[in-house]
């Protein structure tokens, strides 16, 4: 599905698999000369979430160096992912939200130039 005005990502990583204490680095080939306009990052638990059914988050670092993931951008055509040495995600509890936690999962980034 597009939105309307919006246009495609110039690249779209799909679902890929990541765990703790890891770097995944994915191969956009933009030949970027400066820092995307846009990206989305996202992090599941599941390799193919559903709106609505599964857990679909855009925060990436939680507390500290032992929770979370990071994107860097490497150099004009790939990007690493890090995750954290415990944790892909985690995050407090907010009021009624019970803290959602998990060591391996899945990570999407699109990029638009």
């Known amino acids: 599905r597009h939105l309307t005005g919006i246009p495609r ?60 993931t990071i994107m860097e951008y490497n150099d004009a055509n790939s990007i690493y992912i890090h995750a954290g040495d415990s944790r892909v995600f985690y995050n407090f509890n907010f009021g009624n939200i019970e803290p959602t936690t998990f060591v391996s999962g899945y990570c999407r980034v699109k990029l638009w130039k």
Do not use: K
Request: charged share 10%.
């Open 9 to 68: 990502p110039d690249y779209d990583s799909g679902w890929v698999a990541l765990t703790f204490n890891t770097t995944v680095t994915m191969t956009h080939n933009l030949n970027l000369t400066e820092i995307p306009s846009l990206y989305q990052f996202f992090l599941s638990d599941t390799d193919n979430p559903v709106l609505g059914t599964n857990q679909i988050l855009s925060e990436h670092y939680g507390l500290d160096s032992n929770n979370g």
